[in-house]
């Protein structure tokens, strides 16, 4: 039996949630690669993984940003009006990484996609078709993710999350650590 195809509906609504849950404690944006930062205003956007041994350090060095606003400021009469210049994370939806602690990355379908809905895909762990244009943007959002967590893990003891909604850096090795701790 063949996949199901996924095809981008240009519908805005993964443009108009990037924050999840507020009720969460710790919130993330959109994902962002420093030269993706740029796209943004200044305003929109805060740092999202750090290398150093303190933030304050002059040698302390932001690899990732994120996008804070809850819409796409890009977002006009749900489209997208830099589709074609978009960042990664956008290019790869609805695809997410999911990171396994020692085991690497692997990657889920956010499954509040209007076309997977439309499709009557309802997990996370599904499968679905897409397209050679579509598979070369999360074939390089996941090489991009690798790279950068390589950089956390041979650093562990020197990455830092930025929480947004505390606007405070955390130890990377503290909230693995609170992960866990949940699980049990």
Known sequence: MALP???????????????GNKS????????LFPKERKLFPEDSIKPQVGI????????????AY???EDTCPFLKHNK????????IACRSF??????????????KLDTYCTALEKLGMTKPDERVAFTKTSLVNELFYVKKLSKLSFQILK???????????????IRFRDTVARSRSFKR
């Open 24 to 31: 969460s404690s710790k919130r993330t944006g959109i994902s």
């Open 66 to 68: 994120q996008m804070i």
């Open 80 to 87: 997208c009006v830099i589709y074609e210049k978009r960042p």
């Open 5 to 19: 195809e996924f095809k981008c509906l240009q519908c805005g609504k993964c443009c108009s949630s990037y924050q």
């Open 52 to 63: 150093g041994r303190k933030p304050t350090d002059k040698k302390f060095r932001i690899i």
């Open 155 to 169: 650093r562990i003891r020197r990455a830092w999350i930025f929480d947004s909604s505390s606007d405070k850096w």
């Open 94 to 107: 609805p695809l997410y990484p999911f990171i396994l602690i020692g085991k690497g990355i692997t990657m």
